[in-house]
């Protein structure tokens, strides 16, 4: 019996290693971090066909679209119940056309659209999971239309996260639709190590509120400002790269932090080349917003085809370092500061001689390169770097803010 008992063991075991063996994702469908918009930071659970319409006529006439946000998301409580063979619906009263109508108007406008579902019995808000319905689920979404699936870790006690990803990602393959699958679980079993070839994305993190630099504790869980998501993701820039990327979750920017704070959130996500999903009323932007999201100069140093995840290279005097090699040979440089008052630095270029050993093999070579100094905020050039061991300028930090330029190779 006991032998026996190995034997079937090691069956089930040799079976799981061919399963995770033969785990895949649609390719090429995120060379470079995904873009575009998600329901839940600004409406969380109210959401409706005329909202997300709405989204997608403002994402075309505000020049998002064109700006390389593609992706619109339906996050959570968009469920209906499961049909009498177990295939997911929509709520009639939020979605009266159905999705699949929905998809077409999105796709008529020239974007993509994505969904929301869960790897547990239920998802966060409470609706019908995809557990033991992953294939039923996949083949919903590629008759529906659907481009995009970020999937949750709610109510998941019991469940194994490498099998239930692994399940959902070889689904959506099977259903024979590309869909891009945004991998949820806050980070907790450490996707990056395992998930390169079933995800195209995972979160890092716990969920990001709209807040610069502090926690906000739940019973059971909590939520990350900017800052936090930062310093949880700046770590694990090794496991990053074209089609699998570091996932910091959702940007905040328009929702009530500061122009400054704002700024810096967008910047930072940018030189960690993370996804850039926008969370706010795209119907309803100030100036400021529309300038910050719109910037793009900053969302090509995101969108970089080399795809190295920025280095948080050093601190000083209460700022963060930060440099991003890019495809061209050029760089992109940012000085974070994080604190509550402006910091003027004296910059030395020579200071900043590295050579990027863990990802790219990548070197500033400032003494024996002269780059061009592009502002991307400004917009304006500000001279060159010099091969010669001095102070080249002081640079002013506002508090909660970036400066960040791109170093053109001369």
């Known amino acids: 019996m006991k032998k026996l008992t190995k ?14 063996a033969m785990a895949q994702k649609w390719e090429h469908l995120a060379d470079t971090p995904q873009m575009g918009w998600n329901s839940w930071n600004k409406f969380q659970g109210n959401i409706s066909e005329e909202i997300i319409k709405g ?44 999705i699949k109508a929905l998809a077409d108007y999105v796709h008529g406008k020239g974007l993509k659209l994505g969904i929301y579902s869960d790897a547990g019995t239920q998802t966060c808000g409470g609706y019908p999971g995809s557990l033991g319905h992953e294939y039923q689920d996949a083949i919903q979404y590629a008759r529906w239309g659907i481009d995009y699936l970020k999937y949750d870790w709610c109510n998941t006690a019991n469940v194994n996260p490498i099998g239930a990803y692994t399940l959902i990602s070889e689904a959506l393959c099977d259903a024979g639709r590309p869909i891009l699958l945004s991998m949820c679980e806050w980070g907790n079993s450490h996707p990056w190590k395992w998930a390169r070839d079933i995800g195209h994305s995972w979160r890092t993190t716990p969920d990001i509120w709209c807040d610069f630099d502090s926690l906000r504790l739940f019973p059971g869980y909590s939520q990350f400002g900017v800052m936090q998501c930062i310093q949880f993701n700046d770590t694990l820039r090794q496991y990053a790269g074209p089609g699998h990327w570091n996932d910091p979750d959702m940007l905040e920017v328009g929702n009530g932090m500061t122009e400054n704070e704002d700024r810096a959130h967008f910047t ?14 795209l119907r309803n932007m100030s100036d400021a917003t529309r300038r910050i999201i719109l910037n793009k100069e900053m969302i090509a140093i995101d969108q970089d085809p080399l795809g190295v995840q920025g ?17 061209n040979g050029d760089w992109a440089f940012t000085i974070l500061n994080p604190t509550r008052s402006d910091v003027k630095v004296e910059l030395n270029w020579q200071d900043f001689n590295l050579t990027d050993t863990e990802v790219s093999g990548k070197s500033t070579s400032f003494d024996n390169i002269i780059y061009k100094v592009y502002n ?3 917009h304006k050039m500000e ?21 960040s330029f791109r170093l053109i190779k001369s």
Request: net charge negative; proline share 3%.
């Open 7 to 20: 034997m079937v063991l090691l069956c089930v075991m040799l079976a799981m290693t061919a399963t995770q």
């Open 55 to 98: 989204i997608a006529d403002a994402m075309v006439e505000e020049g998002l679209l064109e700006a390389g946000y593609t992706y619109l998301n339906i996050d959570d409580c968009w469920h209906g119940q499961r049909d009498a063979d177990g295939f997911i619906q929509a709520d009639a009263k939020k979605f009266p056309s159905g």
């Open 268 to 281: 930072m996500w940018c030189m960690m080349a993370s996804p850039l999903i926008l969370g706010n009323d």
């Open 311 to 327: 280095l948080h290279y050093c601190d000083l005097d209460g700022l963060s370092f930060w440099f991003k090699p890019l495809s």
């Open 376 to 378: 991307l905020w400004t």
């Open 383 to 403: 001279g060159k770097t010099s091969k010669k061991n001095k102070v080249e300028r002081d640079v002013t930090v506002k508090s909660r803010d970036v400066v």
